[in-house]
């Protein structure tokens, strides 16, 4: 079956280093994949989305990049901060016709 | 970015009534919108895709009498949870887009049946 998976349950770093997540997929080649952001309680909000064709993506402290061959994409936060806490989604589909279908999502607590 | 408010944001309710969640889009036409169930800890289980003006689409293990969705305009669209139980105690989450762009998300339903 078709299958997004991410990394750890939950990802602890300090205040100003990079946060690493990935999201690896199986079983099928998406077109695109997209990167969400929830906190408790909360919808997800949309961050990112990076096509097939697209090896980097970027806005502001975030990029996200797209290994076709590895089946991967990795989404950065450069000089985390601590309201970058929260839990990070990555999900395929979304655009025309497509549903959004969500990973397990990684938890990121960026410590002071 | 476009705008999808859900109503109520928390309910509690009495075991075997039913509850509806509205969902709406503010400034844009929804033709497509998507109902999520999340469990504490979990993540979002996609329950059922519904176009403006037909039948809703049930995702596999997804009661479909159980979990009526309506949606009859091109800005609302409503899941009631009939006869609700214990287990149907969850964080509902819809999503709306219109033909061409992203989907755009509410900020969700906290259910709890009592």
């Known amino acids: 079956s078709q299958k997004i998976e991410q990394n750890s349950e939950a990802l602890n770093i300090q205040e100003g280093k990079t946060a690493t997540l990935t999201c690896n997929y199986t079983?099928?080649?998406?077109?695109?994949l997209q990167w969400y952001r929830q906190d408790p309680g909360r919808g997800p909000v949309f961050l990112l989305l990076?096509?097939?064709?697209?090896k980097e993506k970027r806005k502001e402290r975030l990029k996200v990049t797209f290994d076709t061959t590895l089946k991967q994409s990795l989404f950065h936060i450069t000089a985390s901060q601590p309201a970058d806490s929260a839990t990070y989604l990555c999900?395929?589909?979304?655009?025309?016709?497509?549903?959004?279908?969500f990973g397990p999502g990684t938890s990121l607590s960026v410590i002071p | 970015g476009a705008v999808v408010s859900q109503h109520p944001s928390r309910v509690i309710c009495k075991s075997g009534t039913s509850v509806k969640i509205e969902c709406r889009s503010l400034?844009?036409?929804?033709?497509?919108m998507f109902w999520y169930r999340q469990f504490p800890k979990q993540s979002l289980m996609l329950m059922a895709t519904?176009?403006?003006?037909?039948?809703?689409?049930?995702e596999q293990g997804v009661e479909k009498d159980k979990f009526l969705i309506n949606h009859a305009s091109l800005t609302l669209s409503t899941l009631t949870v009939t006869s609700a139980h214990p287990e149907d105690s969850s964080f509902y989450i819809c999503?709306?887009?219109?033909?061409?762009?992203?989907?755009?998300f509410g900020q969700g339903t906290r259910l709890t049946v009592v």
């Open positions: 999900a395929r589909g979304g655009t025309s016709y497509d549903k959004v279908i």
């Open positions: 079983n099928y080649s998406p077109a695109y």
């Open positions: 519904s176009n403006e003006g037909s039948k809703a689409t049930y």
């Open positions: 990076i096509r097939e064709n697209e």
């Open positions: 400034d844009f036409q929804a033709t497509t």
């Open positions: 999503s709306a887009r219109d033909r061409l762009s992203e989907a755009f």
